[in-house]
């Protein structure tokens, strides 16, 4: 019913930047908050950073803070990660994800279970 499609990573040097884009099916997007999250072999999958549905407001874990930007068109249903100064700890499938609607128990955008619909990941390599 809903997908989501990430693209853009690939392996880069440390240092370096990458764009990451997700686009999503739907006619509702903009109604919808959006996350990228990320998962290394052997790890949890970890919050990285969301973005509210009009794009007022966005959060990130401290150590993409300063690093990480992420965005939103709504016109083109795409999400954005914008990555710079890349680190080999940033190495990782990145996923996006359609936030579920708000209501009173959520847990907010830091937790996994809190999102609805997931692409398929893009990976990430950063060497050092």
């Known amino acids: 019913q809903v997908q989501l499609v990430e693209s853009g990573g690939g392996l880069v040097q440390a240092g370096a930047s990458l764009r990451l884009s997700c686009v999503a099916s739907?006619?509702?997007?903009?109604?919808?908050?959006m996350g990228w999250f990320r998962q290394a072999p052997g790890k949890e999958r970890e919050f990285v950073a969301a973005i509210t549905s009009s794009g007022g407001s966005t959060y990130y874990r401290d150590s993409v803070k300063g690093r990480f930007t992420i965005s939103r068109d709504n016109a083109k249903n795409t999400v954005y990660l914008q990555m710079n100064s890349l680190k080999a700890e940033d190495t990782a499938v990145y996923y996006c994800a359609r936030k579920a609607p708000y209501k009173p128990g959520s847990r907010g955008y830091y937790y996994p279970g809190e999102y609805e619909y997931w692409g398929q990941g893009t990976q990430v390599t950063v060497s050092s």
């Open positions: 739907g006619r509702t997007f903009s109604s919808y908050g």
